[in-house]
């Protein structure tokens, strides 16, 4: 019996090695086209982090205050075209560089923030 066993733990420590090596590479694939690589792009990160206020709200604030929901993407998209103010302090946001399905996509991003 214990040698019949034997065969299995190599599997499975096999399929442990090959499973660390694909989250390996995913890890390490081109992000060029991820929303956090063109909000980088795009100079949010200038004035927004992710998690703590810089000048502009945390993105995870943001998300928190639209409770995480995708109808308020075009509400969103246009601020963040357009620029906005008064919401969230008394700086207002500049309108950004972005086009119109960027905008969304930055939104979609930001309103998945947990
Ligand atoms: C020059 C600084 C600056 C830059 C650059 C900037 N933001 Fe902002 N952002 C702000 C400020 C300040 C506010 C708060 C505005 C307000 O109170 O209405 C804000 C607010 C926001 C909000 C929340 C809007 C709301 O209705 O609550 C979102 C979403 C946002 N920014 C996304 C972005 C994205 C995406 C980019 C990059 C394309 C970006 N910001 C670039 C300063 C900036």
Same mark, same amino acid.
């Given at each position: ?28 694939? #081109? ?25 502009? #709200? ?33 700086? #207002?946001? #500049? ?20």
């Amino acid at each position: 019996m214990k040698n019949l066993l034997r065969p299995k733990m190599g599997l499975l420590a096999l399929a442990g090695v090959v499973l660390t090596q694909v989250s390996a590479m995913a890890t390490s694939l #081109p992000r060029s086209i991820s929303p956090q690589a063109l909000a980088q792009e795009k100079g949010c990160f200038a004035c927004h982090a992710i998690d703590h206020k810089v000048v502009g #709200p945390a993105w995870k604030d943001v998300a928190a205050k639209y409770h995480h929901n995708l109808k308020y993407v075009p509400d969103l998209a246009k601020k963040i075209k357009n620029g906005n103010a008064g919401i969230w302090g008394p700086v #207002p946001m #500049p309108p950004q560089n972005v086009t119109q399905a960027q905008a969304e996509e930055l939104a979609r991003f930001i309103l998945s923030l947990h």
